[in-house]
């Protein structure tokens, strides 16, 4: 199953042309596809226009949504931050360590374009959808 982070969702919904935008259109609708509570929240606050929102919506909640963060994932999440950290990376939003946290411990494969979840590929375990570049 594939999680889809928020940075493919703003390029998906902008019309931008990415890698990872191509693989979001082939698995939507052919492969199992999720999406976060959370990234639900970032996506959707970033549109202006009430016809794009609800558009976004209906295309965002077809999907199934799980909920992210709960006491044991915050705490791996913050094992996960320390961990990288003592290695000398510091990642820049809490709110990807969390998805990051709960891809590794629940089996999910990541579909990002956000850079900052490299060091948990390249560290921690987590399963990327494409090659990184």
Not at 10 to 29: C, H, M, N, S, W
Not at 69 to 80: E, T
Not at 91 to 116: E, F, M, P, Q, W
Request: glycine fraction near 6%; proline fraction near 3%.
């Amino acid at each position: 199953m594939i999680l889809v982070d928020s940075s493919v969702w703003i390029d998906y919904f902008r019309g931008v042309a990415t890698p990872q935008t191509e693989k979001l259109d082939e698995l939507l609708g052919r492969e199992p596809v999720v999406t976060g509570d959370l990234i639900l929240a970032e996506v959707l606050q970033g549109f202006a226009s009430d016809r794009d929102f609800t558009q976004a919506v209906r295309l965002m909640t077809s999907l199934d949504v799980v909920d992210l963060v709960g006491k044991d994932i915050a705490l791996q999440a913050a094992r996960n931050f320390r961990y990288l950290r003592a290695l000398g990376i510091t990642v820049r939003k809490t709110i990807d360590t969390v998805i990051a946290t709960h891809c590794i411990a629940n089996g999910l494969t990541l579909l990002y374009s956000d850079r900052d979840f490299d060091p948990f590929v390249d560290h921690l375990g987590l399963q990327s959808a494409l090659p990184k570049a």
